[in-house]
């Protein structure tokens, strides 16, 4: 019963349907006038399909500031201090960041990269001049006698750097510009061979074998003037501390030698012993002791082996067969 | 309609692209090398017919597979000896059966040369045969067998039938024969040295793998009435 | 059921088939144009003759192989020959090609032949 | 008791046969008979060979052979090369010419000079001292020489404590074998009844040496009673020194695989089961005290070789790293020779040498071949011709 009673409601629809559909058809020939408008199918004949979205209003964008600028204006008043980069403020076509092969980098707008570096743009040469003009009434000559590297050298043997940091904030002192570094040439020292010896050992890695410099750093102390003291305290421990021989450096022996030493080796005592006299009377022995400090020092190989036996064969007096 | 068609003849092309790749994704069940891989021209006799014939242009763009590291085109390489080196190989030793090729070379070497020192004639010296290689080959020539017993199941008996042999089972037979020589020894003497001995021994038409060649040869004979039962 | 008679009734009139059940083709009633792929294998019995020639020399001398050289090499040839000749069947065999006075044929020849002089349809 | 440098080298450095890819160029051999001259001399002689002889094979008699390496002296690889050969032959090679040319000049007044032959494992040091060797044979030297002292650090027969000094360790079997092999090899010298002793030896209450004996008794008081072996040879040892001393004999020592006696780590064992460094070994002290400078009339030449020392510590080939410091100086200053791998034309004569053996069977390119295959070793050489 349910059933039948649905399918009697549902004729009347189906014959509207029918009515537009005929509707729809029998009406094309009256829409002819707007032929611009794409006619849609509208089947269950809602009013208006498409709305038009509304437009957002843009606020207008002034043009950017460095178009404006005239060409002698003064720099150092338009960008004083250090600051980011800002693409209106510079008047410069710069371009900068990464992009596919054959395309120009990115211009200054809306760029990242040229944020992210630190510039100089307050540090322009003008400026400088200007800046350094100011702090001249401050300073004190340069003496006229130190006018080349080795007078400074001789004379003031001793580098001392610091730093110092000037710049606006609650406080004054920068935890960076306790750091006292001391650099001087070891030659100035003027060291003998177990001293220097013992010196560098004391220094360990703080020497540097190029350029003959130990580079002393002192951070320690919470003050400049502590480091500093500390640093001096330093290097005169380690000079008199070099100087001094200790009784327990007597009991160095052979093996403990980096490099072999001929002179108070078993060989020179074997060839004494061979030829019943002092080693300085032997004929070839200084050929032969080279070759053997060479044979053992610069480790073995086809080269140093043949010198040894070249060595041996003057020093016994054997006839070359070769 | 019209755009499918596009479409499917569109798929069609891209998949005739990719039959290359598709043939390279085949494989030779467990080989390392895809099946159009072709086997590796290592002897140079046979590369300089090629050169010779001029198929030589056919081969310079297939991809070949590497040649194995016991094949040379030195002189000194023999197939045979290949084969044979695989067939003393266990468990995939090759380093092994290959030293124990050549101890076995060599003492057949110093066995045929203490004889040859022992000779005083001239005569008797040029009798015995310096060369390992060609004892090798004779001694694997002497020991091929000619035919084959084959258990066939008629009536419900099962007769040992003789069948003739292809040469290649047959040079099998003999190469397996000699291993096993060798391997029948006693504990102390190697296999190197045992197997140089069957070797030096079947060369001169005797020993255990001629006699057991001659003895397969006698039972083929009693077994003759069967001939006719092969298969069918 | 009481209450729709009318369907019970429709259910007894469907039991009875009205017409007869059509008969369906498990395969065409008609001879097929080829044969299925069912070999008959050739006989390997072969050089019976030579074998027992070869024998009766092996008998003679021992089994010394090397005097009786001429009836082994005539066995083996004969042997080599029958292997020969053999693959050149099958291989003539697994092509379909005929060969003329051959009455013994494989399924494949016998389609090749099946498809020159067809059944009638 | 065989000398088995080259043999050793089959345990550790398990030889394959490369078979590379490579491309052998055919050339065309000349003749077996016109190179017969070029790669065998009949100068059997070696006081007389010279460079002129160079990379010829020249025939050891047998007699000679059987005085000199009757009990070592020869790699067991060799000898049974020899065996093979049905006759011993050694190449003349640059490392024993120089050294035979040495001794022909050198001023045997003078303390002796130490020649140290080294190179790699399996070149040839062995029968460059074989070959030096047959020299002083035939120059009536008294051949002192130790086939192989890895033999008596590495693999001894027994150990047991010394009874005269206390600490240190005997090895009475290997010292009796050394002393039947010096024997035998100066059978002729020691026949001269001038060679005596110079001090008594008491050997326990009864038995003594008396002064004046001849150096015959001593020896044979070693073989006989085994358990002065080891004493006996460090007498011997002393003797022998001074009898050179005073002029009655001119001495060649020959060890191989000298550096043995400085390797710390030896395979001889206390009853404890403790190690016993060489330098507690009683044979040591004998061998190093003949190495000493303080006697003349006389000629050392040793081997310093890998193989004597542990496998571990095979680094290097080079006499200071296998004498190590101790050694080094003990030896210092010494004259190094080195014995090289084949050069092209000592490959040439020894691929004829084996042809003319019926050894190898030759074929086209071959020669190059193995060269390229071997490397020039000459023990890789011979293993790899082994299988052809």
Same mark, same amino acid.
């Given at each position: 019963?349910?059933n039948?009673?649905r399918?009697?409601?549902?004729?009347?629809?189906?014959?509207?349907?029918?009515?537009?559909?005929?509707?729809?058809?029998?009406?094309?020939?009256?829409?002819?006038?707007?032929?611009?408008?794409?006619?849609?199918?509208?089947?269950?004949?809602?009013?208006?399909?498409?709305?038009?979205?509304?437009?957002?209003?843009?606020?207008?964008?002034?043009?950017?500031?460095a178009?404006?600028?005239?060409?002698?204006?003064?720099?150092?008043?338009?960008?004083?201090?250090?600051?980011?980069?800002?693409?209106?403020?510079?008047?410069?076509?710069?371009?900068?960041?990464f992009?596919?092969?054959?395309?120009?980098?990115?211009?200054?707008?809306?760029?990242?990269?040229?944020?992210?570096?630190?510039?100089?743009?307050h540090?322009?040469?003008?400026?400088?001049?200007?800046?350094?003009?100011?702090?001249?009434?401050?300073?004190?000559p340069?003496?006229?006698?130190?006018?080349?590297?080795?007078?400074?050298?001789k004379?003031?043997?001793?580098?001392?750097?610091?730093?110092?940091?000037?710049?606006?904030?609650p406080?004054?002192?920068?935890?960076?510009?306790?750091?006292?570094?001391?650099?001087?040439?070891?030659?100035?020292?003027?060291?003998?061979?177990?001293?220097?010896?013992?010196?560098?050992?004391?220094?360990?890695?703080?020497?540097?074998?190029?350029?003959?410099?130990?580079?002393?750093?002192?951070?320690?102390?919470?003050?400049?003037?502590?480091?500093?003291?500390?640093?001096?305290?330093?290097?005169?421990?380690?000079?008199?501390?070099?100087?001094?021989?200790?009784?327990?450096?007597?009991?160095?022996?052979?093996?403990?030698?980096?490099?072999?030493?001929?002179?108070?080796?078993?060989?020179?005592?074997?060839?004494?012993?061979?030829?019943?006299?002092?080693?300085?009377?032997?004929?070839?022995?200084?050929?032969?002791?080279?070759?053997?400090?060479?044979?053992?020092?610069?480790?073995?190989?086809?080269y140093?082996?043949?010198?040894?036996?070249?060595?041996?064969?003057?020093?016994?007096?054997?006839?070359?067969?070769? | 309609?019209?755009?499918?068609?596009?479409?499917?003849?569109?798929?069609?092309?891209?998949?005739?692209?990719?039959? $290359?790749?598709?043939?390279?994704?085949?494989?030779?069940?467990?080989?390392?090398?895809?099946?159009?891989?072709?086997e590796?021209?290592?002897?140079?006799?046979?590369?300089?017919?090629?050169?010779?014939?001029?198929?030589?242009?056919?081969?310079?763009?297939? $991809?070949?597979?590497?040649?194995?590291?016991?094949?040379?085109?030195?002189?000194?390489?023999?197939?045979?000896?290949?084969?044979?080196?695989?067939?003393?190989?266990?468990?995939?030793?090759?380093?092994?059966?290959?030293?124990?090729?050549?101890?076995?070379?060599?003492?057949?070497?110093?066995?045929q040369?203490?004889?040859?020192?022992?000779?005083?004639?001239?005569?008797?010296?040029?009798?015995?045969?310096?060369? $390992?290689?060609?004892?090798?080959?004779?001694?694997?020539?002497?020991?091929?067998?000619?035919?084959?017993?084959?258990?066939?199941?008629?009536?419900?008996?099962?007769?040992?039938?003789?069948?003739?042999?292809?040469?290649?089972?047959?040079?099998?037979?003999?190469?397996?024969?000699?291993?096993?020589?060798?391997?029948?020894?006693?504990?102390?003497?190697?296999?190197?040295?045992?197997?140089?001995?069957?070797?030096?021994?079947?060369?001169?038409?005797?020993?255990k793998?001629?006699?057991?060649?001659?003895?397969?040869?006698?039972?083929?004979?009693?077994?003759?009435?069967f001939?006719?039962?092969?298969?069918? | 059921?009481?209450? %729709?008679?009318?369907?019970?009734?429709?259910?007894?009139?469907?039991a009875?088939?009205?017409?007869?059940?059509?008969?369906?083709?498990?395969?065409?009633?008609?001879?097929?144009?080829?044969?299925?792929?069912?070999?008959?294998k050739?006989?390997?019995?072969?050089?019976i003759?030579?074998?027992?020639?070869? %024998?009766?020399?092996?008998?003679?001398?021992?089994?010394?192989?090397?005097?009786?050289h001429?009836?082994?090499?005539? %066995?083996?040839?004969?042997?080599?020959? %029958?292997?020969?000749?053999?693959?050149?069947?099958?291989?003539?065999?697994m092509?379909?090609?005929?060969?003329?006075?051959?009455?013994?044929?494989?399924?494949?020849?016998?389609?090749?032949?099946?498809?020159?002089?067809?059944?009638?349809? | 008791?065989?000398?088995?440098?080259?043999?050793?080298?089959i345990?550790?450095?398990?030889?394959?046969?490369?078979?590379?890819?490579?491309?052998?160029?055919?050339?065309?051999?000349?003749?077996?008979?016109?190179?017969?001259?070029?790669?065998?001399?009949?100068?059997?002689?070696?006081?007389?060979h010279?460079?002129?002889?160079?990379?010829?094979?020249?025939?050891?008699?047998?007699?000679?052979?059987?005085?000199?390496?009757?009990?070592?002296?020869?790699?067991?690889?060799?000898?049974?090369?020899a065996?093979?050969?049905?006759?011993?032959?050694?190449?003349?090679?640059?490392?024993?010419?120089?050294?035979?040319?040495?001794?022909?000049?050198?001023?045997y007044?003078?303390?002796?000079?130490?020649?140290?032959?080294?190179?790699?494992?399996?070149?040839?040091?062995?029968?460059?001292?074989?070959?030096?060797?047959?020299?002083?044979?035939?120059?009536?030297?008294?051949?002192?020489?130790?086939?192989?002292?890895?033999?008596?650090m590495?693999?001894?027969?027994?150990?047991?404590?010394?009874?005269?000094?206390?600490?240190?360790?005997?090895?009475?079997?290997?010292?009796?074998?050394?002393?039947?092999?010096?024997?035998?090899?100066n059978?002729?010298?020691?026949?001269?009844?001038?060679?005596?002793?110079?001090?008594?030896?008491?050997?326990n209450?009864?038995?003594c040496?008396?002064?004046?004996?001849?150096?015959?008794?001593?020896?044979?008081?070693?073989?006989?009673?085994?358990?002065?072996?080891?004493?006996?040879?460090?007498?011997?040892?002393?003797?022998?020194?001074?009898?050179?001393?005073?002029?009655l004999?001119?001495?060649?020592?020959a060890?191989?695989?000298?550096?043995?006696?400085?390797?710390?780590?030896?395979?001889?064992?206390?009853?404890?089961?403790?190690?016993?460094?060489?330098?507690?070994?009683?044979?040591?002290?004998?061998f190093?005290?003949?190495?000493k400078f303080?006697?003349?009339?006389?000629?050392?030449?040793?081997?310093v070789?890998?193989?004597?020392?542990?496998?571990?510590?095979?680094?290097?080939?080079?006499?200071?790293?296998?004498?190590?410091?101790?050694?080094?100086?003990?030896?210092?200053?010494?004259?190094?020779?080195?014995?090289?791998d084949y050069?092209?034309?000592?490959?040439?004569?020894?691929?004829?040498y084996?042809?003319?053996?019926?050894?190898?069977?030759?074929?086209?390119?071959?020669?190059d071949?193995?060269?390229?295959?071997?490397?020039?070793?000459?023990?890789?050489?011979?293993?790899?011709?082994?299988?052809?």
């Open positions: 019963m349910m039948l009673s399918n009697i409601e549902r004729v009347p629809f189906r014959s509207i349907e029918k009515q537009l559909v005929a509707s729809y058809c029998n009406s094309s020939p009256q829409t002819q006038t707007k032929q611009e408008e794409f006619r849609a199918l509208n089947i269950r004949n809602v009013k208006d399909p498409f709305q038009t979205r509304r437009r957002l209003q843009k606020t207008a964008v002034f043009p950017p500031r178009d404006q600028m005239p060409v002698d204006q003064d720099w150092g008043s338009v960008w004083p201090g250090p600051r980011s980069f800002h693409p209106a403020t510079v008047p410069l076509p710069v371009r900068q960041g992009t596919e092969k054959g395309a120009p980098p990115p211009n200054k707008f809306n760029n990242a990269e040229l944020m992210k570096i630190p510039n100089f743009l540090l322009t040469p003008p400026v400088i001049k200007r800046q350094c003009e100011a702090l001249k009434k401050f300073c004190t340069w003496p006229k006698a130190l006018d080349n590297e080795d007078k400074i050298q004379n003031f043997p001793i580098e001392v750097i610091s730093s110092d940091y000037c710049y606006s904030s406080t004054i002192r920068d935890p960076m510009a306790r750091i006292i570094t001391v650099k001087f040439k070891l030659a100035s020292l003027k060291l003998d061979d177990r001293a220097r010896d013992k010196f560098l050992r004391l220094v360990g890695p703080r020497y540097n074998e190029e350029n003959d410099t130990v580079t002393i750093v002192t951070d320690r102390c919470p003050l400049k003037k502590q480091n500093y003291d500390y640093a001096m305290y330093l290097v005169t421990a380690l000079f008199h501390e070099s100087k001094k021989v200790e009784p327990w450096e007597e009991m160095k022996s052979e093996a403990d030698m980096e490099i072999y030493c001929w002179e108070n080796n078993a060989s020179k005592k074997n060839i004494e012993a061979l030829f019943g006299c002092k080693s300085e009377e032997i004929p070839n022995a200084a050929e032969y002791s080279e070759a053997v400090s060479h044979y053992m020092n610069e480790g073995e190989n086809d140093t082996i043949s010198k040894y036996g070249e060595a041996v064969k003057k020093l016994l007096k054997l006839q070359g067969t070769n | 309609m019209c755009a499918t068609k596009v479409l499917f003849s569109r798929c069609f092309a891209v998949s005739k692209l990719n039959t $290359p790749i598709l043939s390279y994704i085949q494989q030779n069940s467990m080989s390392v090398y895809p099946n159009y891989y072709i590796p021209i290592y002897r140079k006799e046979t590369q300089q017919e090629l050169v010779k014939t001029g198929e030589i242009s056919k081969y310079s763009h297939i $991809p070949t597979k590497a040649t194995l590291n016991g094949q040379t085109c030195s002189d000194s390489y023999d197939p045979v000896i290949a084969l044979f080196t695989n067939y003393v190989m266990r468990q995939g030793l090759k380093a092994l059966a290959r030293e124990q090729m050549d101890k076995c070379f060599e003492n057949i070497k110093r066995l040369l203490e004889k040859y020192h022992k000779c005083t004639t001239e005569e008797e010296k040029l009798k015995i045969e310096l060369d $390992p290689k060609k004892v090798f080959h004779e001694a694997i020539n002497n020991s091929k067998p000619l035919l084959q017993l084959t258990g066939v199941k008629r009536g419900g008996v099962r007769y040992q039938v003789p069948m003739p042999i292809t040469d290649r089972r047959s040079e099998f037979i003999a190469m397996n024969w000699l291993v096993d020589a060798g391997k029948e020894k006693d504990r102390k003497v190697r296999f190197a040295m045992q197997l140089a001995r069957e070797l030096v021994d079947a060369s001169n038409n005797t020993g793998v001629v006699k057991r060649k001659q003895d397969l040869h006698r039972q083929c004979e009693a077994n003759k009435a001939a006719h039962y092969r298969w069918s | 059921m009481r209450l %729709f008679p009318p369907l019970a009734f429709i259910k007894r009139s469907r009875v088939p009205q017409e007869p059940v059509p008969y369906k083709y498990s395969v065409p009633l008609k001879l097929k144009q080829g044969v299925s792929n069912k070999g008959g050739i006989s390997e019995v072969c050089c003759h030579e074998m027992s020639v070869m %024998f009766s020399c092996l008998k003679d001398n021992e089994f010394q192989q090397q005097l009786c001429k009836e082994v090499e005539s %066995f083996q040839k004969c042997y080599t020959s %029958f292997l020969t000749d053999k693959n050149q069947r099958s291989e003539r065999e092509k379909g090609l005929l060969t003329p006075g051959e009455k013994r044929m494989t399924s494949k020849q016998l389609n090749v032949l099946l498809k020159k002089y067809p059944n009638l349809e | 008791m065989f000398k088995t440098t080259a043999d050793l080298l345990k550790s450095h398990p030889l394959r046969v490369v078979q590379g890819r490579f491309f052998a160029a055919a050339v065309a051999e000349p003749k077996s008979e016109d190179r017969l001259q070029s790669f065998r001399t009949f100068e059997a002689d070696p006081s007389k010279n460079t002129n002889h160079q990379s010829q094979f020249y025939k050891v008699d047998s007699t000679d052979k059987k005085v000199l390496f009757q009990y070592g002296g020869l790699p067991k690889s060799f000898q049974i090369q065996k093979t050969f049905n006759e011993t032959c050694l190449m003349v090679r640059d490392p024993s010419i120089q050294i035979i040319n040495h001794l022909k000049t050198i001023d007044t003078q303390p002796p000079i130490k020649f140290v032959l080294y190179g790699k494992k399996g070149c040839g040091k062995t029968l460059t001292l074989a070959h030096i060797m047959h020299y002083a044979y035939k120059n009536d030297f008294l051949i002192v020489h130790v086939p192989w002292v890895g033999n008596w590495r693999r001894c027969k027994d150990t047991s404590n010394s009874e005269t000094k206390p600490g240190f360790i005997d090895l009475n079997i290997d010292a009796a074998a050394w002393l039947v092999h010096f024997k035998t090899q059978a002729n010298i020691l026949e001269n009844p001038e060679l005596k002793t110079t001090i008594d030896i008491q050997w209450k009864r038995e040496t008396p002064i004046g004996s001849s150096l015959l008794e001593l020896i044979d008081q070693g073989i006989n009673r085994i358990r002065f072996a080891s004493n006996c040879v460090n007498y011997l040892a002393e003797e022998v020194k001074k009898l050179s001393q005073s002029g004999c001119r001495t060649l020592l060890i191989d695989g000298f550096n043995a006696f400085f390797y710390p780590n030896t395979r001889v064992f206390t009853e404890k089961k403790e190690m016993v460094p060489p330098s507690r070994v009683t044979l040591t002290e004998g190093l005290n003949l190495t303080d006697w003349k009339n006389s000629v050392i030449v040793v081997t070789d890998e193989i004597a020392i542990a496998e571990k510590d095979q680094i290097s080939h080079y006499p200071r790293y296998l004498l190590g410091k101790s050694g080094f100086e003990h030896l210092d200053p010494f004259l190094p020779v080195e014995v090289k050069s092209e034309k000592e490959h040439q004569s020894i691929m004829d084996y042809r003319e053996r019926k050894w190898i069977h030759s074929y086209p390119g071959q020669n071949e193995l060269y390229f295959l071997s490397g020039g070793n000459p023990f890789r050489l011979m293993n790899l011709c082994n299988a052809l």
